[in-house]
């Protein structure tokens, strides 16, 4: 079973530790996430879109429709690109939190300890 990921909780995390990580405060507007925004709303919006025009495709196809095909074609390649980037503001916003500040070194045989609870593999 796959596990929701709360992305609004994940989104105020990232805006918690820019305010008291970083060396300087990173400024909101230099983050790629909409913190204004509920993150899970947006991105289950995001995958109904994507599910639709894939619904509309598969109707295309068996109405060898070839018009609608391209359009649903287009339309995901659109809603999977918005998803892409709603991913890609993540990733970028943790590069910005990890460049910002200065971290201890990582030890190279260092191990997630048990209390934590997370899956290795």
């Known amino acids: 079973m796959i596990k929701e990921i709360n992305f ?23 983050l790629l996430i909409d913190y204004k925004t509920q993150q899970c ?3 289950h919006r995001g995958l109904e879109l994507l ?9 295309a196809k068996l109405n060898d429709d070839k018009v609608a095909i391209q359009v649903a074609l287009v ?23 990890l460049k910002s500040s200065d971290w201890p070194s990582i ?3 260092y191990k997630i300890p048990a209390y934590y609870s997370y899956p290795v593999k």
């Open 75 to 97: 339309y995901i390649r659109v809603y999977s690109m918005n998803l892409s980037g709603f991913f890609d503001a993540f990733k970028e916003d943790a590069d910005a939190l």
């Open 41 to 43: 709303a947006s991105f």
């Open 51 to 59: 599910g639709n025009a894939k619904e509309f495709l598969v109707k």
């Open 107 to 109: 030890p190279e045989d």
């Open 8 to 30: 609004d909780e994940l989104k105020d995390i990232y805006l918690q530790l820019s305010k008291v990580m970083p060396q300087k405060p990173i400024d909101e507007d230099e």
